[in-house]
């Protein structure tokens, strides 16, 4: 188990949900046909109604899927689901949840290899439960090197006004909700070529109003955390 985010539920005292990654391995068939064992995750959620004192599982909240590569190779991987974060925002005395997490391509080959450069996004979605979260439409945050075929909404790095080899990738985002500001802290990794950039890697800060479908929510930038 990684990654957990935990978030008490406003409407039912003792209640918290509990969003986590799952990594396991799985088998698959690389383009030359031999089996190999690919390190996936997917998320997970679970419920305590007691404080946190015992939990059950609830359901995967977004599952890792079979699926040919979306930008053409030829490779037949996994989208793979980790580092979820849950938040809630209640206005008008109606509770939202939000659930950001990692989605990547995950390449047919022993071991773990995402695509990082290409399919590595941040996706956000809303829902009236944390269950429901699994289902919801999602916005997708991307960099200036996230492949179309993933459609971004936002290029982060372009947003921050950071050069690409200082927000190449985004990891570990996590969500924070105050009044009715949605934001979205998440790291900048830095590289120079394939070599870690940790001078120049970042935490920042992201912000909007989260109304609508997610897809059409306007992000600003509000700074560098760290």
């Given at each position: 188990?990684?990654?957990?985010?935990?978030?008490?539920?406003?409407?039912?005292?003792?209640?918290?949900?509990?969003?986590?990654?799952?990594?396991?391995?799985?088998?698959?068939?690389?383009?030359?046909?031999?089996?190999v064992q690919m390190a996936a995750?997917?998320?997970?959620?679970?419920?305590?109604?007691?404080?946190?004192?015992?939990?059950?599982?609830?359901?995967?909240?977004?599952?890792?899927?079979?699926?040919?590569?979306?930008?053409?190779?030829?490779?037949?991987?996994?989208?793979?689901?980790?580092?979820?974060?849950?938040?809630?925002?209640?206005?008008?005395?109606?509770?939202?949840?939000?659930?950001?997490?990692?989605?990547?391509?995950?390449?047919?080959?022993?071991?773990?290899?995402?695509?990082?450069?290409?399919?590595?996004?941040?996706?956000?979605?809303?829902?009236?439960?944390?269950?429901?979260?699994?289902?919801?439409?999602?916005?997708?945050?991307?960099?200036?090197?996230?492949?179309?075929?993933?459609?971004?909404?936002?290029?982060?790095?372009?947003?921050?006004?950071?050069?690409?080899?200082?927000?190449?990738?985004?990891n570990n985002p996590t969500l924070?909700?105050?009044?009715?500001?949605?934001?979205?802290?998440?790291?900048?990794?830095?590289?120079?070529?394939?070599?870690?950039?940790?001078?120049?890697?970042?935490?920042?800060?992201?912000?909007?109003?989260?109304?609508?479908?997610?897809?059409?929510?306007?992000?600003?930038?509000?700074?560098?955390?760290?």
């Amino acid at each position: 188990y990684a990654d957990p985010s935990v978030v008490a539920d406003p409407a039912i005292p003792g209640r918290l949900g509990l969003a986590y990654s799952w990594p396991h391995v799985i088998a698959g068939q690389n383009p030359q046909g031999d089996t190999v064992q690919m390190a996936a995750v997917q998320n997970r959620l679970a419920r305590s109604d007691n404080f946190g004192q015992t939990w059950s599982f609830t359901q995967v909240l977004w599952p890792d899927v079979a699926v040919a590569d979306p930008e053409g190779s030829g490779e037949n991987g996994r989208i793979s689901s980790e580092t979820a974060s849950l938040a809630k925002m209640t206005v008008g005395g109606i509770t939202t949840w939000y659930g950001a997490h990692l989605r990547y391509f995950l390449r047919p080959q022993t071991g773990y290899n995402p695509k990082y450069g290409t399919s590595w996004v941040v996706r956000i979605g809303s829902a009236a439960t944390p269950a429901a979260l699994a289902n919801a439409a999602e916005t997708v945050l991307g960099v200036s090197t996230t492949a179309a075929a993933y459609q971004p909404d936002v290029r982060l790095d372009q947003l921050a006004g950071l050069p690409i080899q200082h927000c190449a990738i985004l990891n570990n985002p996590t969500l924070f909700a105050e009044a009715s500001t949605l934001y979205l802290i998440v790291e900048c990794l830095a590289f120079v070529g394939p070599i870690p950039d940790y001078a120049n890697t970042t935490t920042q800060v992201f912000a909007t109003d989260p109304v609508g479908a997610p897809a059409s929510w306007t992000w600003r930038y509000a700074g560098m955390l760290g």
